[in-house]
């Protein structure tokens, strides 16, 4: 098993990086420049491998390739305890990793970009404003949804909750409102079993 990564942090490798540790399963890495004037993401041999030109992607032992976080996150936890057996909990596992692909990462994960990568001096002030928006809406939700639960699917830590931690996780440091429900979870599922943080940004430019 073989996963092409960012030589910057990225939250969505992350994602997968957090559940193969917990697994405890052995992969490979290879990882691309994404800030070279033309990524490597962006080049033909990846290109050939995904289409889409985005990390992370997953190689299997037969060849095989799946791209997009949160499917290779479906993937890797199935049959294990981080994605249930229930048919409508399985269901909710996948509504809230639309949620975070939809409502969440576009805004969190973009700001977060902008802000130590490049960018934010670029936008206008209603482009910006929008992701602040957007994002604070987002970790709203969070925190309503925390009310009813200690996580996010079934009362137990799952991929939906990795899926959801990836980016929450520098919230706060990017200028967000995180709530002290939010801020109880992001605790909790630092407690898990065989955590790891996300990577430490090479250049010195991450949180």
């Known amino acids: 098993m073989h996963l092409y990564d960012s030589n910057i942090p990225s939250g969505n490798v992350y994602k997968v990086q957090l559940l193969l540790a917990q697994l405890e399963v052995a992969y490979g ?13 962006r080049r033909p041999p990846f290109v050939a491998k995904n289409p889409n030109g985005r990390v ?3 190689e299997l032992d037969d060849g095989r390739v799946l791209p997009e ?10 049959g294990t305890q981080y994605l249930s057996d229930d048919r409508f909990e399985r269901a909710q596992t996948l509504q809230w990793m639309f949620f975070e692909q939809y409502s969440h990462e576009p805004y969190i994960a973009v700001l977060k970009f902008f802000t130590y990568w490049g960018g934010l001096e670029r936008l206008r002030d209603d482009e910006l404003q929008r992701l602040r928006t957007r994002g604070q809406q987002a970790l709203q939700v969070m925190e ?8 996010f699917v079934g009362g137990r830590y799952g991929i939906a909750d990795i899926a959801l931690f990836a980016y929450t996780q520098s919230a706060e440091a990017i200028g967000f409102d995180v709530g002290p429900r939010v801020k109880a979870w992001l605790e ?15 250049l010195g430019k991450g949180p």
């Open 144 to 151: 309503e949804q925390l009310r009813s639960g200690d996580f």
């Open 56 to 58: 992370p992607l997953l």
């Open 69 to 78: 976080s949160n499917a290779i996150l479906f993937y890797l936890a199935d």
């Open 29 to 41: 890495t290879t990882t691309l420049d994404i800030l070279a004037p033309v990524s490597e993401t």
């Open 188 to 202: 909790r599922v630092r407690s898990t079993p065989r955590f790891v943080p996300i990577k430490r940004d090479p």
